[in-house]
């Protein structure tokens, strides 16, 4: 089937989801480590982990590893949504804070797709619309008033905050804002990994290892001084309250050689990505030509967002380079659970976006193609100002408070 806009309502109105189970394999080739992220345990001194999980897979339980997790790939879709929105190859509403005259070097933009609350984040909230603190502006009054009911404030403004989910858990009445559920899902598992027992938890069976010759011969046994105005090999050069350390808190010395059970091999990873058109339906924005244009768009931005990751690479982090293992067909889900292919790709799902955009803006939508720019309040400069003082001081910091 091909997905053009007529066929996308009718699917909006009578099926179940959009769905890709994609495999990949690394960039290396088949058999070759990977190095999916890295947890704390549940002890302060712990050693980091991946997380595994028993999967059924072909009706057969397997060990499997999170690669990717749900999270961590709505942040990815974010990111190419706003670079293809900046490259002017599709028009997106989104909210940007503007800290351009703050003057805090490194710092010039967050935007709504970058902000970790989207919409609802603090950065936003402390942030002011034509000098009134956001959340108190008209605009931001509508955003905190929208409910599935009527979600047109938030769609008009950042429909990706509807798309990849949104809850309004930092302003007025203690976390009890509307909670808008995740409508695109995504997620990468690592598939048969050979794994082993330590202790209660399961870890990986491949092995990481590290270790660094210092290229100056310094030696454990020097003796170094260190306060927070620098250090020396002389108590009374280094500072005011100078306690003696080992050169590897000054980043000098050799590191011993280490193994750590981290890394994997696995059969395959796979990644499975659904738009939920079921989920879509729980939204409403007034009458109903409104409602199926933005229903319409939520789900072609979704396809968009699916098949950018494709254009723009699974080069997830260090040593998870992935590419695609053949061809994944986009299934539609109906209500049975029976499937039928689709033929799409990036261009004709742009396409489709576009006919959408200016769907709903015939349904009389505010659909801009630049961003709402907000200002940031002084309270919010001045704590990241005095956050950087502390970071230079090497103080403030998540060690510092549980004495780490």
Same mark, same amino acid.
């Given at each position: ?5 007529d ?17 990949l ?17 549940p ?30 790939q ?7 949504l ?6 002017? !190859?599709?028009? %997106?509403?989104? @909210?940007s +804070?503007?800290f &351009?005259d703050a003057?805090? $070097?490194?710092?010039? /933009? ?29 605009v ?21 905050a509807?798309?990849f ?18 409508c ?8 048969n990994?050979?794994t ?19 290229? !100056?011969?310094? %030696?454990?046994? @020097?003796? +170094?001084?260190? &306060?927070?105005?620098?250090? $020396?090999?002389?108590? /009374? ?6 306690k ?14 280490t ?58 982090r260090s ?26 790709? %990036? ?42 003082e502390?970071?230079?001081a ?11």
């Amino acid at each position: 089937m091909i997905l053009q806009l007529d066929t996308l309502q009718h699917a909006l109105e009578n099926d179940a989801a959009l769905r890709r189970r994609r495999r990949l394999q690394p960039a290396e080739g088949q058999g070759a480590k990977i190095f999916p992220p890295t947890y704390p345990g549940p002890e302060k001194n712990d050693p980091p982990r991946h997380v595994f999980e028993r999967r059924r897979i072909n009706g057969e339980e397997v060990w499997c590893v999170l690669v990717d997790s749900v999270q961590s790939q709505a942040n990815r879709a974010e990111e190419y949504l706003l670079e293809a929105a900046r490259q002017k !190859l599709i028009e %997106l509403p989104y @909210v940007s +804070v503007d800290f &351009s005259d703050a003057k805090l $070097d490194g710092l010039t /933009e967050i935007t709504s797709l970058e902000a970790p609350h989207r919409l609802f984040d603090a950065i936003l909230r402390d942030s002011e619309l034509c000098g009134v603190p956001f959340m108190k502006s008209d605009v931001g009054r509508a955003l905190i008033a929208a409910k599935a009911s009527d979600a047109s404030a938030i769609f008009e403004l950042s429909p990706t905050a509807l798309l990849f989910g949104v809850w309004n858990s930092t302003g007025e009445g203690g976390g009890l804002g509307a909670k808008f559920p995740r409508c695109f899902v995504s997620e990468l598992i690592g598939v048969n990994v050979p794994t082993e027992q330590n202790g209660g938890d399961v870890v990986s069976a491949a092995r990481r290892t590290g270790s660094r010759i210092d290229p !100056l011969g310094v %030696l454990r046994g @020097v003796a +170094v001084y260190k &306060s927070k105005e620098g250090w $020396d090999v002389e108590a /009374e050069n280094a500072g005011r309250g100078a306690k003696k350390v080992r050169p590897s808190e000054i980043n000098h010395g050799n590191i011993a050689p280490t193994v750590d059970k981290l890394g994997v091999t696995c059969d395959y990873i796979e990644q499975t990505s659904v738009v939920t058109l079921a989920g879509l339906r729980r939204l409403r924005f007034g009458n109903s030509e409104r409602t199926l244009a933005a229903r319409s768009l939520l789900a072609a931005l979704g396809l968009v967002a699916m098949l950018e990751q494709d254009a723009r690479g699974y080069a997830l982090r260090s040593r998870c380079d992935l590419v695609c293992d053949g061809p994944a067909p986009l299934q539609l889900v109906k209500f049975d659970g029976s499937t039928e292919d689709i033929e799409l790709d %990036l261009a004709a799902a742009r396409a489709l976006y576009a006919e959408c955009v200016a769907a709903v803006r015939n349904a009389g939508f505010t659909f801009s193609s630049t961003p709402l720019v907000l200002k940031p309040q002084a309270k919010l400069i001045a704590i990241v100002e005095k956050s950087r003082e502390l970071a230079l001081a090497g103080e403030g910091g998540e060690a510092a408070e549980t004495g780490a």
